[in-house]
């Protein structure tokens, strides 16, 4: 039994890579615009019925790691060494999910400009990392000891997630992070 659930599970693994994959292929070549849920569904040989069952929308396709997104913030603040500031830990994690090297994925650079560039993609990426919010922020709180509705734990989370924003809109996201993140540390009283 145990091996029909992980062989199922490996085969949904490899649909929803299948789909997600085809589907940045074709945005990256036609432009997000010009493709339709269709044309990625017979790039991967799946019914669109099968890609919506992995994906609820054309947006969710390039944004297909979302589930690790909000598991990674909470355990920036977590995990972080005791000589680690929560802003800092916040900021290394931005920075790792935002501006990794461009050698781990030659599609890097070309995917960042995709989404800075489709408005329909840079509201969707905006909207997937503040819904993260309350989660970072009961992490913050536990991790400080405060109240799980202390408004500035709320306030950190709220401000660290929009540090994403920053950067995707920015000509130099690094710097964009940096100075969000500097603020959040030191307070605008040292900018």
Request: hydrophobic share 45%; glycine share 4%; proline share 4%.
């Amino acid at each position: 039994m145990d091996a029909t659930v992980g062989r199922r599970e490996r085969k949904k693994a490899a649909t929803r890579q299948a789909l997600a994959d085809a589907a940045l292929d074709l945005f990256l070549e036609h432009g997000y615009d010009r493709v339709t849920i269709r044309d990625v569904a017979e790039a991967a040989d799946v019914s669109t019925t099968t890609l919506l069952k992995h994906f609820p929308s054309k947006e969710a396709l390039v944004f297909d790691q979302d589930g690790d997104r909000e598991a990674g913030l909470v355990a920036a603040v977590v995990d972080r060494g005791p000589d680690r500031s929560i802003p800092g830990a916040l900021r290394e994690y931005v920075m790792r999910a935002h501006l990794r090297a461009p050698d781990t994925d030659p599609r890097f650079h070309a995917f960042t400009d995709l989404v800075r560039h489709t408005p329909a993609l840079n509201e969707y990426a905006h909207r997937m990392w503040t819904r993260h919010q309350d989660a970072l922020t009961r992490a913050v709180a536990g991790a400080t000891g405060a109240a799980a509705d202390d408004p500035r734990c709320a306030a950190l989370a709220r401000f660290a997630l929009e540090a994403s924003a920053l950067a995707r809109d920015s000509d130099d996201p690094a710097r964009a992070v940096d100075a969000a993140f500097d603020l959040l540390e030191h307070g605008w009283s040292t900018a």
